[in-house]
């Protein structure tokens, strides 16, 4: 299942090496992360508002969600965790459609954390609005606001706003590019198909702090890494599916473009389901209803057959990409996929489908608590 | 100056009469509604994030003002005010481009404040966007939002989001009704000419206190009273120049209007600029400075002249439309107001272009702990 970009990051990864690849981190526009894999990392949570179960097994309303969501993300940051973000949907079984206007109220409730949306749909949106959210939520936060953008997994957005899915492509590139622009501040000189140019046009509230930070989600597909890349933006990948190993390729590729294309090194991060608990199998037999079911829910949508239990199980396992079990099998898969992929930042995606709150926020705990120093002490250990 | 709207209301007031009006405000649809001209009126705040000067008297940071004005609404909501609301421009004098982003920040530090925006520039966005940030905003703060549209005064947001002036009429009429239908929840079906059709499309997140309270801001034009009254909606009146009570035509047209259209009654409101200090003197002689220059620089744009200290000595004068002095003074001219219009709700604008952010607080303090008693202790004495 893609939940952050419809890219099928399943194939087509490339291997090639080269001997231009260049992995050092430099201050060149990157200072405000850390450096890749290393013990610095940011550890955060990401969440879509999904319509979870009350305590009747009902589904609660999308107010009730959307304001379970802020409490999440205070005890994020009571708790000290890095990031807290929130992906834009149009759906009964996700309650977050105007994610800024979610994390402006976080912002208000939280002291440290960075808050960021996981993803933004850039391409149904447009990116003055987006930039003009962002920079008064950035204002109002003093500087912790990030925006993930993408180019959506979902397709409602598209009819909604007026968009044809056959220029999936050309919105995304055109609207990315007029968003680099405006994220660094100062009049902007922009034309395209997509929406009206702008000429040395000044958009209000000015960035306090420059350039806006800025994210761009990827599913898995070379062209996307290679635009990100592109766009001198940080990566995001959405790994979903299959061993986080296998994107090593890709990261490289990234790695590689940005230096051939004169680009300033440039962190990634990886944006992760997962489901905590005590022992790994109060957090499997937890996890599994609500995932399967909301697995077979999409996939009624997009033609999938419904998950086994036994894909589950290997999804889970050492190898897999869902970030499932106790809080020390939780953070190996972490380390590995930190070290392995050289990343700056973790997210982990901990709203399932129906989940029940009180199990996200145990999740969140354990994380904060228990995942988050292992991790730390298991990446010292490997440096 | 025209800060709300662009409504020319200088001139064509009706002043017919029908034996068809009806002042009794029931509960269809207007519960949540104090009566007209009672004691019971909202009395309430709004400022568009003028950006002010710092005390070395340089204009500060748009980010410094986004976080004053949540500085200022925690602070009329500790003080028992009934509304605080953001008005939206996109221009280097005024901060909130992003109304809702604001007040999710505010809604998440108040208590009891109704939020709002002062208004939404509703012709120049799209009703499913400005929907989904306003019912998440309600959602956020159990039902204490909302939304004021209305067709901008100023000129700015066309160009940069890509839409014509000519279609001005057209643009907000076609907006008002989807967002008419938008606001009472369920699937909506619609087609215009300014975005895509909708079929029984569902928005997200639906809302959780039906219907989503909404006013249409007007600047004083007989169309644009009509077709509140058209839509069923309350009506918002702008009153910045001119005597309040040349505005009683237009509210004897509002309700006439209502009750042939077989429309429900509804509430009436006023927005008027104002500023509070300890004297008549100390108020008129803080606010000139600040309000010429504010007055000058948007006359540059639209080839007024110049004020004179005499306009402003009879605008400030017990029959003109600023409402500024002691509190007793101010009290007088809102109680004529209240109780000459039947208003169920009192907006005063606090921020006068740079007036600084120390004198914006004691303006707010004055009004609630001195203003408001006079006010409902004038309209008791009147009823």
Not at 66 to 80: K, M, S, T, W, Y
Not at 124 to 152: M, N
Not at 176 to 187: E, N, Q, S, V, W
Request: negative net charge; charged residues 20%; proline residues 6%.
């Amino acid at each position: 299942m893609e939940t952050m970009t419809d890219d099928n990051h399943s194939d087509n990864h490339s291997d090639n090496h080269s001997d231009i690849h260049d992995d050092h981190h430099d201050d060149n526009g990157t200072s405000r992360f850390p450096a890749g894999g290393s013990a610095a990392v940011e550890l955060g949570l990401d969440t879509f508002g999904d319509v979870t179960a009350g305590p009747d097994g009902r589904r609660l309303s999308q107010a009730q969600v959307l304001r379970d969501v802020v409490d999440e993300a205070v005890l994020a940051d009571e708790l000290g965790l890095d990031f807290f973000g929130v992906g834009e949907h149009h759906r009964d079984d996700f309650a977050v459609s105007a994610p800024e206007v979610v994390l402006a109220a976080i912002a208000a409730r939280t002291e440290r954390i960075r808050l960021g949306s996981a993803v933004t749909v850039l391409s149904s949106d447009d990116p003055v609005r987006v930039y003009q959210r962002f920079a008064t939520l950035d204002a109002l936060c003093e500087g912790r606001a990030e925006v993930i953008v993408g180019r959506g997994s979902f397709t409602e957005s598209f009819p909604l706003f007026g968009y044809d899915l056959g220029d999936y492509e050309r919105l995304f590139e055109e609207k990315l590019d007029l968003f680099a622009r405006l994220r660094t501040g100062g009049p902007v000189t922009w034309s395209g198909t997509t929406r009206a140019a702008l000429e040395d046009q000044a958009v209000y509230p000015p960035p306090e702090v420059l350039p806006l930070r800025t994210w761009v989600g990827v599913g898995g597909s070379q062209p996307s890494v290679i635009r990100a890349a592109r766009h001198g933006l940080p990566m995001m990948l959405a790994i979903i599916g299959g061993d986080p190993m296998a994107f090593a390729p890709l990261v490289e590729l990234y790695h590689r473009a940005l230096t051939h294309l004169g680009q300033p090194a440039m962190p990634v991060g990886v944006h992760a389901p997962g489901h905590i608990a005590l022992t790994d199998e109060a957090a499997v037999e937890q996890m599994w209803p609500h995932y399967s079911a909301m697995h077979a829910r999409i996939g009624r949508e997009r033609g999938w057959g419904p998950m086994t239990r036994a894909q589950f199980e290997h999804a889970v396992g050492p190898h897999g990409a869902l970030m499932v079990g106790s809080p020390s099998t939780v953070a190996a898969k972490i380390v590995r996929a930190v070290a392995g992929l050289g990343l700056s930042r973790f997210d982990l995606k901990y709203s399932l489908g129906t989940l029940p709150h009180d199990q996200l926020r145990t999740t969140i705990e354990l994380y904060a608590k228990e995942v988050v120093p292992l991790v730390r002490a298991g990446l010292a250990a490997h440096a």
